[in-house]
């Protein structure tokens, strides 16, 4: 099993196949899922299994959040090749409720941008939220991500788009 990040409160890690329903768990709170694209359970099953295979494959996938002391899950997270920009790198993260407003999907941020600057050439890291995520905004801001001056189109939905440059 490979680490991507830890410090003291958090590790960032590949899921092991006996953690599916933990995977699923995190997605049956309706607040959590509030900004995301309505997924079923079982695409969901898919998404879980193709985190699985993309470890073998290379650099990006789908991770888990764990709390470094207690061992429970705290949500995933992923970085990804971005599709409506070609050379752009992707991140995103999903926490549990009980996990807002913790710092922690700004520490996941920085991870993953440090993962990405560190393991790519890739200028550009983006993310996008729901344009009335506000409190995901508020996380990119701090972890360094620049609104763009135009949203992104995916799935037909409007979406806000992110940007955070390599530093030169």
Not at 85 to 99: H, M, R, W
């Amino acid at each position: 099993m490979h680490t991507i990040y830890k410090n003291d409160t958090i590790l960032v890690r590949e899921f092991l196949p006996e953690e599916l329903d933990l995977f699923l768990t995190l997605f049956e709170d309706p607040e959590v899922t509030q900004y995301l694209p309505p997924v079923t359970p079982e695409r969901y099953k898919q998404l879980f299994a193709i985190a699985l295979e993309d470890y073998s494959k290379g650099l990006f996938s789908r991770w888990g959040i764990w709390d470094a002391v207690t061992n429970e899950l705290i949500g995933t997270c992923l970085a990804r090749p971005f599709v409506e920009v070609s050379g752009q790198l992707e991140i995103g993260y999903t926490l549990a409720k009980a996990y807002w407003g913790k710092g922690i999907a700004t520490a996941v941020s920085k991870a993953l941008v440090e993962y990405c600057f560190t393991h790519t050439s890739v200028r550009d890291v983006v993310a996008l939220t729901h344009l009335d995520n506000i409190g995901s905004q508020k996380v990119l801001e701090k972890a360094g991500f620049s609104r763009a001056p135009h949203n992104i189109v995916r799935d037909q939905k409007e979406a806000a788009y992110f940007v955070l440059r390599r530093p030169e």
